[in-house]
């Protein structure tokens, strides 16, 4: 780098909050260790990623006569075709929508991840709090905690049964400590989710809502859908909070995305919002982020929507992804793992294995079973990262989006003979 005289701004408190995601120094010494197997990354399969949809429908663009609009600035809200063919993507998920006009709520995104940020920054002060999930996605609670936002777990138990006692007594603590209006959102990745793999059974989605509506803590339920489409045999059979009578009073929004089940590198993501007029201040936002998403993106999309190409493509992927699961739980069995006390349920969709090791095997990234299991050739994410607050540091994401199966073998041998040295 060539160096500077110059010195560095003042930056803005923001600017001094944000951090470097710590997965970003993940993927760096991925990329620096020849023969690394990763199971570190939430990408997606190579070997399955839709060319052939994406010639056809690039073909077809250009052959539409009159201008190229779609090489165009788009809308801030997205392409209203397109929206329309995510409003039909809903309805087929959540049939008692079948009768509403959808498509003015919806705002198309630069992955969900874009709309995710908005929407804290549309919610959050610094200090305010975000209910979350335990484990939850680490990386909005890096979007939470650059912006200030305080993420603060939902209390679940061993199986990922939400304990409605312990939310009660969470919620008269934030109201004894003066705190429960700070609570502004709840994040909840409700499908196969990353990093746990497990699905909420509707029942606790239910009480979930009817607890915090009994404690008058009637705020926005973001709820993430991001792996929705991804099961294997199965779609889960939970309704959404969309449309359950338990969370009618709150307004919700639910991001989805057509990049994990389809296409990470066209990065489109959509959100659909209940809730007018907070629409219209995230799409104020979107609009000094970008003024629309990649138009000629959204462009694709509906071409491949609307010929069905989605449709016929993702039970390839769900086939591709059972697949790999089972190869790299089966290596992980085949090198001896349940045997030295860890634990991981099996998943019914979705991209991840969320392995636990038993207590006292740290497997944050600076310890000795991280670096033990990099000069093995092993990368993973450290769980560590996935809790909003209190860390366990005795927990694994081990992701079988990108490797084949064979190498998905290879990794869970590599990571079980380490964990063989590490339990003597
Ligand atoms: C739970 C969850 N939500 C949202 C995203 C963001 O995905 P994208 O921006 O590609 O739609 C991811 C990506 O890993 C994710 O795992």
Redesign the pocket.
């Known amino acids: 780098m060539p160096v500077s005289h110059a010195t560095s701004p003042r930056l803005s408190d923001l600017g001094q909050r944000a951090r470097l995601p710590a997965v970003a120094k993940l993927m760096a010494k991925a990329i620096e260790t020849p023969g690394l197997l990763s199971i570190a990354a ?1 990408m997606t399969d190579n070997s399955t990623l839709p060319v052939a949809e994406f010639v056809a429908a690039a073909q077809a663009l250009a052959a539409r006569p009159g201008d190229p609009e779609y090489l165009q600035y788009g809308t801030t809200q997205g392409r209203p075709k397109l929206r329309r063919l995510l409003a039909d993507r809903l309805k087929f998920w959540e049939p008692t929508m079948a009768g509403l006009d959808l498509d003015p709520r919806f705002l198309v995104t630069t ?4 709309a ?1 940020y908005i929407a804290v920054q549309s919610l959050c002060n610094p200090g305010d709090i975000v209910l979350v999930d335990r484990p939850s ?1 680490f ?2 609670l890096d979007i939470a905690t650059s912006l200030g936002a305080r993420p603060v777990s939902l209390p679940y138990d061993a199986e990922g049964r939400l304990q409605v006692p312990a939310l009660e007594e969470l919620l008269g603590q934030l109201k004894r400590s003066g705190e429960v209006g700070r609570v502004k959102a709840v994040y909840l ?1 409700s499908y196969f ?2 990093p746990s793999g497990r699905s909420l059974n509707e029942a606790d989605k239910a009480a979930l809502g009817r607890t915090l509506a009994a404690h008058d803590v009637i705020v926005p339920l973001l709820e ?1 859908v ?2 929705r489409e991804l099961y294997f045999d199965t779609p889960h059979p939970s309704r959404s909070g969309l449309t359950l009578p338990e969370w009618e009073a709150f307004p919700r929004m639910y ?1 989805a ?1 057509l ?2 089940p389809f296409s ?1 590198g066209a ?1 489109v ?1 959509y959100a659909y919002c209940t809730d007018g007029k907070w629409l219209a201040q995230m799409l104020a936002i979107k609009g000094t982020h970008d003024f629309g998403s990649s138009n000629y993106s959204q462009a694709l999309f509906e071409e491949i929507l609307g010929r069905g190409g989605f449709e016929t493509h993702v039970p390839k992927v769900r086939r591709g992804y059972k697949l790999k699961m089972q190869a790299l739980h089966e290596g992980l069995v085949e090198g001896g793992l349940p045997d030295l006390g860890w634990t991981w349920d099996i998943p019914t969709g979705g991209m991840y294995l969320w392995l636990r090791a038993p207590e006292g095997c740290d497997t944050g990234m600076d310890g000795d079973f991280c670096r033990a299991c990099v000069q093995s050739g092993v990368l993973y994410v450290p769980g560590d990262l996935c809790f909003g607050d209190r860390p366990e540091n005795n927990w694994i994401r081990a992701s079988y989006g990108v490797l084949a199966p064979d190498q998905l073998r290879e990794a869970g041998r590599r990571l079980a003979a380490v964990a063989q040295r590490f339990a003597r």
């Open positions: 939430g992955g969900s991840q874009q995710l996605y990386a909005f990745v989710s990353n993430d991001a792996y991001f995305t990049t994990k990470t990065k993501g």
